[in-house]
């Protein structure tokens, strides 16, 4: 199947500083990419619709300027937490369809990144 | 709205007995179902989906799901446990009728198989 890599798997930040995660579809294109977050023994949030070349669709309560989406490419996505606080320490995790498989395709996710906020 | 339901938060079940993971949705339209697995500090892997057809699906590591219109469940079944299935097991719900990508999760399960 296909494979979505997501960089990096764990970061360690002190509070106010800002994080940048990559998440990069290796062998297939993706003109769409999803980024959840994942609260320890809960599902995981939708919280933003990354669109390459445009601007990402944010899910009602997420802040936009707090969580920034950047889709460059058809293979690249990244999420910057800015200014992170310890309430930013959570699992995100990235995820991508195969644009050739088409809508009825699943989801392919990425790793996972453990941020934690000192 | 479209959501998912995962009624148990934990199933437990012996080595070698069948085990049942509940899933039931609610979408406006027709859906499409999936179901994945995570791992401790993992992604989610893919196990199988229901888009249209043959109800009963079939995916990864034998499992399977069985599509019920009438009661509205996606339950995922294999029918023989082994220790290494034990993880958190997620149902999910893309609503073709709402022309969005958007996959929306339940709230997970954790399947503990003993030896």
């Known amino acids: 199947g296909a494979v979505v890599s997501q960089h990096p798997s764990r970061v360690i930040c002190k509070s106010g500083t800002s994080v940048k995660i990559e998440c990069r579809s290796l062998?297939?294109?993706?003109?769409?990419m999803f980024w959840y977050r994942q609260f320890p023994k809960q599902s995981l949030m939708l919280m933003a619709t990354s669109n390459e070349g445009s601007k990402a669709t944010y899910e009602q309560g997420v802040e936009k300027d707090k969580f920034l989406i950047n889709h460059a490419s058809l293979t690249l996505s990244t999420l910057t937490v800015t200014s992170a606080h310890p309430e930013d320490s959570s699992f995100y995790i990235c995820?991508?369809?195969?644009?050739?498989?088409?809508?009825?395709?699943?989801?392919?996710f990425g790793e996972g990144s453990r941020l934690t906020v000192l | 709205a479209q959501s998912v339901a995962q009624p148990e938060d934990q199933v437990n079940v012996a080595e070698g007995n069948p085990l049942t993971v509940k899933c039931t949705y609610s979408?406006?339209?027709?859906?499409?179902l999936f179901w994945y697995v995570q791992y401790p500090n993992r992604g989610l892997q893919f196990l199988l989906k229901y888009i249209t057809g043959d109800n009963l699906v079939k995916g990864s590591y034998g499992f399977e799901a069985e599509f019920n219109k009438s009661q509205t469940s996606f339950h995922l079944k294999k029918p023989s446990a082994l220790v290494s299935d034990s993880a958190l097991y997620f149902c999910?719900?893309?609503?073709?009728?709402?022309?969005?990508?958007?996959?929306?999760f339940g709230t997970g399960t954790r399947l503990q198989v003993f030896p």
């Open positions: 999910a719900v893309r609503d073709i009728g709402s022309n969005t990508d958007k996959l929306i």
């Open positions: 062998d297939f294109q993706a003109t769409t």
């Open positions: 995820s991508a369809r195969d644009e050739e498989v088409g809508y009825t395709g699943e989801l392919f």
């Open positions: 979408v406006s339209g027709n859906p499409y």
